[in-house]
């Protein structure tokens, strides 16, 4: 990569470079910063859409239980590779997986792999289940949405107005849990453990995806999956009690945004025909708001942070901001004014940047891993300056 983008990373040097560590930590430097990695991305889709690069995860995983007298695999030492893949149509292909030869498993450390986002489409009928019931059970309106988003906001707004600074990121991590507090059906009373699980759980996700490839945090999977049990175990009572009327169990989960017509979750998935016991009703729940908050908190600051290096984009912001509130139409306009001013910005840097997938054989079994970079298949591709 030339000189004159100032990017650290020179794929040719970074081939051969012999030093593992080194590779990987230029890597992560390169990753950390939007720009350097913007430039990455269309360097390596010019090269073909696929960069090997070294892992310090060494995907050694001890077996669950089990009888102490099996042998044990001897220990994985040095680094194991790991394909990033930049190119939008192999993404795609990957994601479609017409093959049956990738598996979501990677996410399965994370909550023991019962949930939908661990589960694999063409071989797990659990899937396919949880997916009819989501269907069934969560709000599909997008007008409806939007006001329960703007009521979740009005919310967050009462306590982050009144702090000497405004924290844009807290700001758009506590209306996005009252957001999932109010579509989900919680009492106002679990304000703290959705606060607490979902800030774990994310964070978890973060490092299973991403982290671990760069960093050591053992304590990341095993808070996460801490906090998603203490999660689960209330939110499976909660099922059972909006299941039998029980007025003492569901004390304080009454909610103004009933009156936006919205037919909370939790009551959904307990008296709705469905396929899944109580347990498994209540894993769809925690599993669809485990990425909620997190993703977002990305969007929202990865947007700012683009309106803040885009005058006109700044100055069209700033009038829709201080604009008086209009009709319903008028208000229609402006949210799609807001797309279309907000969606580049979130198709450079979406706020799931990676996917994390396994490439099986016919067995089943390991071959290698794959980390899709969803920011590298959105990305035009232009030859860099000095190519």
Known sequence: MSNKNNCPVDLQKFSDLRNEDARNRLLLECLSDDRH?????????????TLSFPSRDS????????DLGMPRRPPAFRHRDVVLITDRTAIQDVLLDRGATYS??????????????????????AHM?????FFKCFPHDGDLLRKLAHAACQAASVMALKAPEFDLAAF????????????????????????ATLRAA????VYQVLGRHFATDPLAIPAAKQAMARLLARTSELIDAYATNDEDGLRGCEDSAGTLGLQRVLPKLAKETLDLNAEQR????????????GNVQAAACIAVKALFLDDAGRKTARELALGEPGSRETS???????????QQSLRDNPPIPFLPRVRIDTNGDFVDEVLLALGGGTRSITAPSGA
Do not use: H
């Open 202 to 205: 994310y964070r978890g996700l």
């Open 59 to 66: 995907g050694q995983r001890e077996r669950d239980g089990g």
């Open 172 to 195: 758009a991590e506590q209306a996005a849990i009252r957001f999932c507090q109010k579509l989900m059906g919680y009492s106002f009373r679990d304000y703290t453990l959705l606060e």
């Open 37 to 49: 990695r913007a430039l990455l991305f269309d360097e390596i889709n010019l090269r073909g859409g």
């Open 129 to 133: 289940e949880q997916r009819d019931a």
């Open 332 to 342: 229609d306009r402006e949210f799609g004014i807001w797309k279309d001013l907000l």
């Open 104 to 125: 979501s498993r990677v996410y399965a450390e994370l909550g023991g792999g019962s949930f939908m986002l661990a589960l694999d489409p063409k071989t797990a009928v």
């Open 282 to 293: 209540a894993v769809l729940a925690v599993g669809a708001a485990v990425g909620t908050v």
